[in-house]
């Protein structure tokens, strides 16, 4: 049977992570139990394009006006560990508005609401693996978590891939943000190279004259083992 | 070798509803799927059994028959999505699923893949419910591997109707749910 490959060390983040306070309160203590891959573990849910709805992929256009802000194109494809994209695949987005406060009754940030913008995405890849987004490029914005904290500007993306282990929800981060280096949510990633992983790059080519920059972010998944396991 | 670093996980933070909405999500099959109906609910609580309200939980499962939807084969159903309300409560309609083979091949007992997302949660938890006077629970192996614990993955009838099932997540505490990694 095929095998997902395990994550290598440093890449995924410990937990509980103590500067990040409430994984102290909610992520496991107790040792997680290997589980062998199943058939349970190694299929998946799949999506069609019904799942799209009216102006998906332009978050700039999901109501009867512009939103404020600067606005940016994000693209990539998403890809296995193995290099092989992964073609309709469900990437889903949500982010704050330019002014750095989220369309939702908990987030009680002092900083405008923006009548509007909703904040959220859905995109399938497509044949390459590609995925390609209209928004506006979100705001910092202060939390709680230690005095004068602020996250540094994020869009949150949710892709499914192949299997259920495959299954991913990240952030994806701008290039040359200050606040990278003090934010403990992106710093919870051990390896320097996993969390260079998770910053977009600014791109030329994807910017569109006289309308908006462009960004370009990979994601990459968990994938199988190359070699076939061989029986008993 | 891989050829590419995976993307790590982030937290899914307390705001996605926006992104992350599922119209639907609690019933994990078209009506006319044949089965037995079930209804599972139950409550997250954190470290001091407080209840977690901003979670989203993801189901997974095979069909009455031991079969999974797939992106192969294009079969739709088995998969569920709700967030936790404000008293930290989820509640499912299904199917109890058939059996399905384990990694060695030998048929494991009827169970429900969960995967868990919360505030506080750096990436997901994995677990997985089995189903309360099941006899094959008896041989599961991978209950096998889990001892003292195994209670905590199994989800008990609901006072008064059989198709009723109670099974709480516990994040961190005393009696923690047991968590996999794979």
Redesign the interface.
């Known amino acids: 049977m095929m095998r997902i490959r395990k994550p290598p060390a440093g890449v995924q983040p410990d937990q509980p992570h103590a500067a990040y306070k409430s994984t102290l309160e909610r992520a496991p203590r107790q040792p997680l139990i290997p589980l062998p891959q199943g058939a349970t573990e190694l299929s998946g849910p799949s999506f069609d394009r019904t799942v799209l709805y009216p102006h998906h992929d332009d978050l700039t256009k999901q109501t009867d006006g512009e939103p404020l802000g600067e606005r940016i194109i994000v693209t990539g494809r998403v890809l296995d560990e193995n290099g092989d994209p992964l073609p309709n695949t469900l990437v889903e987005v949500w982010q704050c508005n330019a002014a750095g406060r989220y369309h939702h009754d908990s987030d009680q940030h002092d900083a405008p609401l923006d009548p509007h913008f909703r904040g959220g995405g859905r995109i399938m890849t497509d044949s390459e693996g590609r995925y390609r987004f209209t928004t506006i490029k979100p705001g910092a914005y202060p939390w709680r978590n230690h005095p004068n904290a602020w996250r540094p500007a994020h869009i949150h993306f949710s892709v499914f891939g192949r299997s259920m282990l495959e299954r991913l929800i990240t952030q994806m981060y701008f290039p040359g943000d200050p606040l990278l280096g003090y934010d403990p949510i992106f710093n919870s990633v051990p390896s320097e190279r996993a969390r260079e992983r998770m910053i977009a790059h600014f791109d030329f080519e994807v910017t569109k004259p006289e309308w908006a920059l462009g960004y370009s972010w990979d994601i990459v998944l968990r994938g199988p083992e190359s070699t076939p396991v061989q029986p008993g | 070798m891989?050829?590419?670093?995976?993307?790590?996980?982030?937290?899914?933070?307390?705001?996605?509803?926006?992104?992350?909405?599922w119209p639907n999500g609690e019933n994990l099959f078209p009506d006319s799927t044949p089965g037995r109906r079930i209804r599972v609910s139950g409550v997250v609580t954190?470290?001091?059994g407080t209840p977690?309200p901003?979670a989203l939980i993801?189901f997974?499962?095979?069909d009455a028959s031991g079969r999974?939807?797939?992106?192969?084969t294009?079969a739709s159903g088995?998969?569920g999505r709700v967030p936790t309300d404000d008293q930290g409560r989820y509640a499912i309609n299904t199917r109890l699923p058939g059996r399905?083979?384990?990694?060695?091949?030998r048929m494991?007992a009827p169970?429900v893949?969960v995967?868990l997302?919360?505030?506080?949660?750096?990436?997901?938890?994995?677990t997985?419910f089995y189903f309360e006077g099941e006899a094959a629970n008896q041989d599961d192996?991978?209950l096998a591997?889990?001892g003292a614990?195994v209670p905590t993955l199994i989800a008990k009838h609901d006072a008064g109707d059989l198709n009723a099932y109670v099974w709480n997540i516990s994040?961190?505490?005393a009696s923690?749910?047991?968590?996999?990694?794979?």
Request: hydrophobic share 40%; with cysteine; aromatic share 16%.
């Open positions: 891989a050829e590419l670093l995976i993307t790590p996980s982030q937290t899914i933070g307390p705001f996605f509803k926006y992104g992350l909405d954190d470290y001091q977690v901003d993801e997974w499962q095979a999974f939807g797939s992106w192969r294009k088995g998969f399905v083979a384990g990694a060695d091949g494991q169970h893949m995967v997302f919360s505030r506080g949660l750096l990436k997901q938890v994995m997985r192996g991978v591997l889990c614990r994040l961190q505490g923690e749910t047991v968590f996999f990694e794979a």
